[in-house]
């Protein structure tokens, strides 16, 4: 088992999850032509709140980060990234098992989107998540409250 946690990420920690974010979307954007080494670290600064996101630490050290947005009666799961040499740990899984606890708690279905042919939407099939709608670029999945 590993030891990770999490913590409220802060303004500061833009830039770091920008270029982890670069790192672990890199494939899949190549694959469907989209990649820009520019857009990629804009696109996250431009949508980062650390109101609603926190970073993953493993061993006290960054790992990565995810963002849960409350939109009314519904939240969105986003910005989940984890460091390449951490994925398929079981840390991810962890992570999503315990944000998913928490809307349970609450009441509320999650949305969330997710590359065409990315491998985590396996991760998300498996916690629940079903297709809602796609296009040939994005997977648009929801789980509901069960």
């Known amino acids: ?9 802060l303004a500061v920690d833009v830039e770091t999850v920008a ?13 469907l032509g989209r990649y820009d080494q520019h857009r990629v670290r804009q696109r996250f600064r431009d949508a980062f709140d650390p109101a609603h996101t926190w ?29 390449p040499h951490l994925q ?5 899984s962890d992570v999503l098992r315990e944000l998913l606890e928490r809307c349970d708690r609450d009441g509320v279905p999650v ?23 796609e296009d040939p670029v994005d997977v648009f999945m929801v789980r509901p409250v069960p």
């Open 111 to 133: 949305r969330l989107n997710v590359l065409q042919g990315s491998p985590a939407r396996r991760l998300y099939e498996r916690y629940g998540f079903t297709l809602e709608t």
């Open 88 to 92: 398929g740990c079981g840390i991810g």
């Open 1 to 9: 088992m590993v030891d990770w946690g999490l913590r409220p990420a």
């Open 19 to 31: 270029e982890l974010r670069a790192v672990v979307m890199r494939a899949d954007l190549e694959r």
């Open 55 to 83: 970073v993953i630490e493993v061993g006290g050290e960054f790992a990565g980060c995810v963002a849960l947005r409350d939109a009314g009666d519904i939240r969105w799961l986003e910005h989940f990234y984890l460091a």
